[in-house]
Nanobody, 124 residues
Framework: QVQLVESGGGLVQAGGSLRISCTAS????????MGWFRQAPGKEREAVAA????????AYGESVKGRFTVSRDNAKNTVYLQMNSLKPEDTAVYYC?????????????????WGQGTQVTVSS
């Protein structure tokens, strides 16, 4: 079992930057691939980014490529999502998720554990 807690969300103006974090506890963090997903009101959950257990591979959704960067610090049991050039359409609740080791995957069904989410709001 692993528990995930997201932090760092908030309100930012369009064009700005924000870094959100997800800290894990309860199990060995390096056992898990990590993913970031988001869900806006009335919309389906969208895969944002993923990173493999050791950080060797990453993957990004088309809508965030070139703007968002996922990274992890296994010594701190934390995965980060650096979000630059934010747009109002990035407004959503952002969730981190943990899944078994392997190549970074954007498939939500491959993740077993989910955090409670952190709200990111981008004003125009």
């Amino acid at each position: 079992q692993v528990q995930l807690v997201e932090s760092g969300g908030g309100l930012v103006q369009a064009g700005g930057s924000l870094r959100i974090s997800c800290t894990a506890s309860g199990s060995t963090f390096s056992r898990y691939n990590m993913g970031w997903f988001r869900q806006a009101p009335g919309k389906e959950r969208e895969a944002v980014a993923a990173i493999s257990w050791g950080g060797a591979t990453t993957a990004y959704g088309e809508s965030v490529k070139g703007r968002f960067t996922v990274s992890r610090d296994n010594a701190k049991n934390t995965v980060y999502l650096q979000m630059n050039s934010l747009k109002p359409e990035d407004t959503a609740v952002y969730y981190c998720a943990a899944g078994p080791r392997g190549t970074a995957t954007m498939t939500g069904g491959r993740y077993d554990y989910w955090g409670q989410g952190t709200q990111v709001t981008v004003s125009s």
